[in-house]
Nanobody, 124 residues
Framework: QVQLVESGGGLVQAGGSLRLSCTTE????????VAWFRQATGKGREGVSS?????????EYADSVKGRFTISRDSAKGWVYLQMDNLKPEDTAVYYC????????????????WGQGTQVTVSS
């Protein structure tokens, strides 16, 4: 069982930055594709960005965050980070990381393991 823990959320003004982390015990996460999803109040969950396992570091981004968010991972532990720059009020949501042994896409149905989420609030 993969236990994922998100951290790094908080309150920031529009235009500011935050860095989210997705961690787990051991090195299991190295072998999984990992994605960030978010869910705003009253809305469905949407994919934000994904990164493949340490084999090739393939990345994917939602159009709404391209050029502002950067996903990366630690090659030793496999932990995954989401650098969020130029944040906008519409980025306000609970952010979840998820792990999958399937495709490194933004389809939440492909992800088997989920964290509890971290709140990101962007004020205008």
């Amino acid at each position: 069982q993969v236990q994922l823990v998100e951290s790094g959320g908080g309150l920031v003004q529009a235009g500011g930055s935050l860095r989210l982390s997705c961690t787990t015990e051991g090195i299991f996460l190295r072998y999984y594709n990992v994605a960030w999803f978010r869910q705003a109040t009253g809305k469905g969950r949407e994919g934000v960005s994904s990164i493949s396992s340490i084999a090739d570091f393939y990345t994917e981004y939602a159009d709404s965050v391209k050029g502002r968010f950067t996903i990366s991972r630690d090659s030793a532990k496999g932990w995954v980070y989401l650098q969020m720059d130029n944040l906008k009020p519409e980025d306000t949501a609970v952010y979840y990381c998820a792990a999958s042994a399937q495709e490194p896409d933004l389809n939440e149905a492909d992800y088997e393991f989920w964290g509890q989420g971290t709140q990101v609030t962007v004020s205008s």
